[in-house]
């Protein structure tokens, strides 16, 4: 059975306080380590004492993790753990790990920074921008990887849904938030932007 708020903060009640402190750290630690999405603020704060500051802890569990081969990450408004980009061509050297995700088309990438440029996105939206219908299959493998969601309707004839990207989106391309992404010229030197006009001129 889950322990509450109260029980946590007994356990620490006779501690130094630089030993709860470090505690609270490590209890920090556990959770990010322990998701496989971002944590928000006040999910963190429920299983540190009260009137710690989740920021603060933060912030010195990163001081910690200095010099260890991953780091807290900010992703959306919340955190998470994260291997240290200098580390990546090792991960995938043995475990193949880039390419669980990856395994995407350049069509599929070019499709996914549509909708993260014009988000919230129709799907007829995406068939003005490439000139031609983007398949359930397409969208249906984005979803399934995590990267894109259903937005709000979209106040056209019909309602559609609309396409998003998520934090799990965020967290693939090493971004904080949406302001992060690269402008069209960086995604022009990536070839994205150069696939979507190959894909718009067929």
């Given at each position: 059975?889950?322990?509450?708020?109260?029980?946590?903060?007994?356990?620490?009640?006779?501690?130094?306080?630089?030993?709860r402190?470090?505690?609270?750290?490590?209890r920090?630690?556990?959770?990010?380590?322990?998701?496989?999405t971002?944590?928000?603020?006040?999910?963190?704060?429920?299983?540190?004492?009260?009137g710690?500051?989740?920021?603060?802890?933060?912030?010195?569990?990163?001081?910690?993790?200095?010099?260890?081969?991953?780091?807290?990450?900010?992703?959306?408004?919340?955190?998470?753990?994260?291997?240290?980009?200098?580390?990546?061509?090792?991960?995938?050297?043995?475990?193949?790990?880039?390419?669980?995700?990856?395994?995407?088309?350049?069509?599929?990438?070019?499709?996914?920074?549509?909708?993260?440029?014009?988000?919230?996105?129709t799907?007829?939206?995406?068939?003005?921008?490439f000139?031609?219908e983007?398949?359930?299959d397409?969208?249906?493998?984005?979803?399934?990887?995590g990267?894109?969601?259903?937005?709000?309707?979209?106040?056209?004839?019909?309602?559609p849904?609309?396409?998003v990207?998520?934090?799990q989106?965020?967290?693939?391309?090493d971004?904080?938030?949406l302001?992060?992404?690269?402008?069209r010229?960086?995604l022009?030197?990536?070839?994205?932007?150069?696939?979507?006009?190959?894909?718009?001129?067929?």
């Open positions: 059975m889950a322990k509450d708020r109260t029980s946590l903060d007994r356990e620490l009640h006779d501690l130094p306080p630089e030993l402190w470090r505690e609270w750290m490590r920090i630690e556990a959770v990010l380590f322990a998701s496989a971002p944590v928000l603020r006040d999910d963190l704060a429920r299983v540190v004492g009260q710690a500051s989740v920021d603060l802890l933060i912030a010195d569990l990163a001081a910690d993790l200095e010099g260890r081969s991953f780091e807290v990450a900010r992703v959306a408004d919340g955190w998470m753990l994260r291997t240290r980009s200098s580390y990546a061509p090792a991960i995938r050297a043995a475990a193949d790990v880039g390419d669980q995700l990856f395994d995407l088309s350049e069509f599929d990438i070019a499709v996914l920074a549509a909708i993260a440029y014009h988000q919230p996105i799907r007829d939206g995406l068939k003005d921008i000139g031609k983007i398949s359930r397409l969208t249906g493998r984005l979803h399934a990887r990267l894109i969601a259903t937005g709000p309707r979209a106040p056209q004839r019909g309602a849904f609309t396409f990207t998520t934090d989106f965020l967290a693939a391309f971004l904080e938030t302001q992060d992404l690269p402008d010229e960086g022009e030197d990536a070839g994205v932007m150069e696939a979507d006009q190959e894909h718009v001129s067929k």
